[in-house]
T-cell receptor, first 113, second 113 residues
Framework: DVKVTQSSRYLVKRTGEKVFLECVQDMDHENMFWYRQDPGLGLRLIYFSYDVKMKEKGDIPEGYSVSREKKERFSLILESASTNQTSMYLC????????????FGPGTRLTVL | KQEVTQIPAALSVPEGENLVLNCSFTDSAIYNLQWFRQDPGKGLTSLLLIQSSQREQTSGRLNASLDKSSGRSTLYIAASQPGDSATYLC????????????FGAGTRLFVKA
């Protein structure tokens, strides 16, 4: 079974802090995604990556950056956390070479105070 | 720009009932369509994936169909159970120089014992 893991289930940070959210997948998937999910707004794509060191902006990249130094790991970085970044963050991956099914991690509930 | 709509937003049914969840999308040039289940505070679990060349997929009591020409997909749940209570999301993936997935807002299902 494909496994997508995220570094924390719950995280509480202060405004202005630099925050790192890490995502690791164990099935050699090319494509990885970061979403945020908010009530009434659904899932929105922040960034995605289709290969190592490659990244593309999604629909709401402002205030975020990403890093993909290794194929299995995709990191989301909040350079200076703000209260409006309080949200559920979900990482996903899939392999376009077979079935293209997206697999999600358990999510990180981030609260910025 | 792809938009994905799910109807109804919420549904409450007695145990044992067969039910249909609807998903519509505006751009028929999709790569695949995927149905997910999400329990409160958790990540997304993949239920069924339909490739663009397929018409339907089945898994146990679940059956998903895809009609690209009309921009519609349905998820059929047979003999519903209280354990089916969750939010169901559909997601359309397109290949636009990188795979991008647009999610519907979900249908929140309550199955009463």
């Amino acid at each position: 079974d494909v496994k997508v893991t995220q570094s924390s289930r719950y995280l509480v940070k202060r405004t202005g802090e630099k925050v790192f959210l890490e995502c690791v997948q164990d099935m050699d998937h090319e494509n990885m995604f970061w979403y945020r999910q908010d009530p009434g707004l659904g899932l929105r794509l922040i960034y995605f990556s289709y290969d190592v060191k490659m990244k593309e902006k999604g629909d709401i990249p402002e205030g975020y950056s990403v890093s993909r130094e290794k194929k299995e790991r995709f990191s989301l970085i909040l350079e200076s956390a703000s209260t409006n970044q309080t949200s559920m963050y979900l990482c996903a991956s899939f392999d376009s070479r077979s079935y293209n099914e997206q697999f999600f991690g358990p999510g990180t509930r981030l609260t910025v105070l | 720009k792809q938009e994905v709509t799910q109807i109804p937003a919420a549904l409450s049914v007695p145990e044992g009932e067969n039910l249909v969840l609807n998903c519509s999308f505006t751009d028929s040039a999709i790569y695949n369509l995927q149905w997910f289940r999400q329990d409160p505070g958790k990540g997304l679990t993949s239920l069924l994936l339909i490739q663009s060349s397929q018409r339907e997929q089945t898994s146990g009591r679940l059956n998903a169909s895809l009609d690209k020409s009309s921009g519609r997909s349905t998820l059929y749940i047979a003999a519903s159970q209280p354990g089916d209570s969750a939010t169901y999301l559909c997601a359309a993936t397109q290949n636009t120089g990188g795979f991008k997935t647009i999610f519907g807002a979900g249908t929140r299902l309550f199955v009463k014992a």
